[in-house]
């Protein structure tokens, strides 16, 4: 009787945390493209969505955003934000189809109650990953992702750490399915690949962040002087390795940032691509999985989702980049608006500051009565920054932010 009951008694156990996750229940849209991520066996688009633009809606605006993304096949979206407001539109969105959509979060975003905060405190670490379970309607992610290292320094502080240890924890406990890592920086990202501890890596790749030799800021219009004429080799090296390691890579800032890559006088290139061309570009990789795109609407999401049907000629990027300029000259803050430099003393929306800035030198230096209003609408100015400097601690691509403040005061006159 003993020797039946335990192999039942096994049976039941597997059932039961089978059900507790069960696997994605959705069939493959065939107007989508499928890849699979990585060694975790999941089946994802090849068009992903950011979480920006759910900061920017409305409940309803966001659910008609999620319903258009999940109608079309998109089934991978990235959570990075600690906003309420990013969550909680996310989980109304996603209620009642939770299981058609893969959800990348990430460990180390807190909400200090004003804005989002990168952390590697354990405690606000649990809050903020509590928060995203119950905002999102969930008991479980996919795919946890260390939040952002940037350099080797804090590569060598993650190991052993209580942060590090917290995160395995939580794949042990069932609540993340799959540990990934997100990083800006080539060095960083292949070192994670070699630790054998990531499935996943979340990566910034474009055709001009490729083309920035390792170790230089690719936000800096001076690293551009010099621009490689190919692939930086440390992003080869990365690319090889995660591909014959079977380590999926979903690609942030597919645009650039910002979309600075779309437009001409914006780019480090000087060249514009169109959403098509760069999507071809991180896709053409056989270790990417998702290039996961920034939309902040129905039609924007169209343009990226035009990719599947697009011709051959339509995703030539070659012929647009032999074009391209050795230099990248000024008129950009090198701000990509993503907000890791938050959370200001003072309440001041850099990255905002940042954005008018942009369109203010993008347009000739000429402050427009529009771009005027927009700016004088923020609660804080450039004017109330006592140049502390811990948003340039913060910032993954060394914007020099006190700088940029002092250009918005003199262009604005507060």
């Given at each position: 009787m003993k020797r039946l009951f335990l192999p039942f008694l096994i049976v039941l156990v597997a059932a039961f945390f089978v059900s507790c996750h069960p696997k994605q229940t959705f069939k493959e849209n065939p107007d989508m493209a499928y890849r699979?991520?990585?060694?975790?066996?999941?089946?994802?688009?090849?068009?992903?969505?950011?979480?920006?633009?759910?900061?920017?809606?409305?409940?309803?605006?966001?659910?008609?955003?999620?319903?258009?993304?999940?109608?079309?096949?998109?089934?991978?979206?990235?959570?990075?934000?600690?906003?309420?407001?990013?969550?909680?539109?996310?989980?109304?969105?996603?209620?009642?189809?939770?299981?058609?959509?893969?959800?990348?979060?990430?460990?180390?975003?807190?909400?200090?109650?004003?804005?989002?905060?990168?952390?590697?405190?354990?405690?606000k670490c649990k809050i903020g990953f509590n928060d995203l379970l119950e905002r999102l309607g969930t008991d479980h992610i996919e795919v946890g992702?260390?939040?952002?290292?940037?350099?080797?320094?804090?590569?060598?502080?993650?190991?052993?750490?209580p942060y590090l240890e917290y995160v395995k924890s939580l794949k042990k406990q069932g609540k993340v399915e799959h540990l990934g890592i997100s990083s800006h920086n080539a060095e960083v990202a292949?070192?994670?690949?070699?630790?054998?501890?990531?499935?996943?890596?979340?990566?910034?790749?474009?055709?001009?962040?490729?083309?920035?030799?390792?170790?230089?800021?690719?936000?800096?219009?001076?690293?551009?002087?010099?621009?490689?004429?190919?692939?930086?080799?440390?992003?080869?090296?990365?690319?090889?390795?995660?591909?014959?390691?079977?380590?999926?890579?979903?690609?942030?800032?597919?645009?650039?940032?910002?979309?600075?890559?779309?437009?001409?006088?914006?780019s480090p290139l000087k060249v514009a691509l169109t959403p098509v061309q760069c999507i071809a570009y991180s896709l053409a990789k056989p270790c990417v999985a998702v290039a996961i795109c920034g939309a902040d609407n129905i039609e924007e999401l169209e343009s990226d989702l035009h990719y599947l049907k697009a011709t051959d000629e339509e995703k030539d990027y070659n012929a647009v980049l032999s074009k391209q300029t050795a230099k990248a000259e000024g008129g950009s803050t090198g701000c990509t608006y993503c907000k890791h430099c938050a959370p200001c003393p003072v309440g001041i929306d850099i990255a905002a500051v940042n954005e008018l800035l942009d369109e203010v030198q993008q347009n000739g230096g000429v402050v427009s009565d529009e771009i005027a209003a927009k700016y004088k609408k923020l609660e804080h100015h450039a004017s109330d920054?006592?140049?502390?400097?811990?948003c340039e601690d913060r910032c993954p691509f060394g914007v020099p932010v006190r700088e940029k403040m002092d250009e918005a005061q003199e262009l604005f006159g507060f």
């Open positions: 699979t991520l990585g060694s975790t066996g999941i089946r994802v688009g090849e068009i992903g969505i950011g979480c920006g633009a759910f900061g920017k809606l409305d409940t309803a605006e966001s659910r008609k955003l999620m319903a258009y993304a999940l109608d079309h096949g998109v089934n991978y979206i990235d959570i990075y934000d600690a906003d309420p407001k990013v969550r909680s539109n996310i989980g109304y969105a996603l209620k009642g189809r939770r299981d058609e959509m893969v959800i990348q979060g990430h460990v180390g975003c807190w909400w200090n109650g004003e804005s989002y905060e990168r952390t590697r405190d354990v405690e992702m260390v939040h952002i290292i940037d350099n080797m320094e804090d590569w060598n502080a993650l190991e052993g750490s292949l070192q994670a690949a070699k630790s054998g501890l990531f499935e996943v890596i979340m990566f910034s790749l474009n055709p001009a962040f490729d083309r920035v030799l390792s170790g230089n800021n690719p936000w800096d219009p001076a690293s551009y002087e010099h621009m490689l004429p190919g692939i930086d080799p440390v992003r080869v090296e990365l690319y090889d390795y995660c591909a014959q390691h079977n380590i999926a890579i979903t690609v942030m800032k597919v645009f650039g940032g910002g979309g600075k890559l779309l437009e001409a006088d914006k920054c006592v140049g502390c400097g811990q």
